[in-house]
């Protein structure tokens, strides 16, 4: 199994970033897909998420109307656009994959091992 995150970088605030979450080893369509973060400092905590078929979503309230979570089953693949980005954005990304829909924003079966967002002027 390999959750392996591309596209973070740096950039300014207001700036713009899709990171790219590929998948393998696993059937992707059946797993939901979460993003989370971890900044200097603090604990992990969850930024987005997204059922298996991708009907359903979730979001913490910070980034509510800034970030976009979606899939492609098709290419393995669940992205995060990341808009109007702010200096509190700052943190590595995770990728996680759980099975199944009940509680589907917790308890990842697998991750991957990040990549690093830095949001300063």
């Known amino acids: 199994v390999q959750l392996v995150e591309s596209g973070g970088g740096s950039v300014q605030p207001g700036g713009s970033l899709r990171l790219s979450c590929a998948a393998s080893g696993f059937t992707f369509s059946t797993y939901a897909m979460s993003w989370y973060r971890q900044a200097p400092g603090k604990g992990r905590e969850l930024v987005a998420a997204m059922t298996s078929a991708g009907g359903i979503t979730k979001y913490t309230d910070s980034v509510k109307g800034r970030f976009t979570i979606s899939r492609d089953n098709a290419k393995n693949t669940v992205y995060l656009q990341m808009n109007s980005l702010k200096p509190e954005d700052t943190a590595v990304y995770y990728c996680?994959?759980?099975?199944?829909?009940?509680?589907?924003?917790?308890?990842?079966?697998?991750w991957g091992k990040g990549t690093l967002v830095t949001v300063s002027s």
């Open positions: 996680g994959a759980k099975l199944g829909s009940f509680g589907y924003w917790y308890g990842m079966d697998y």
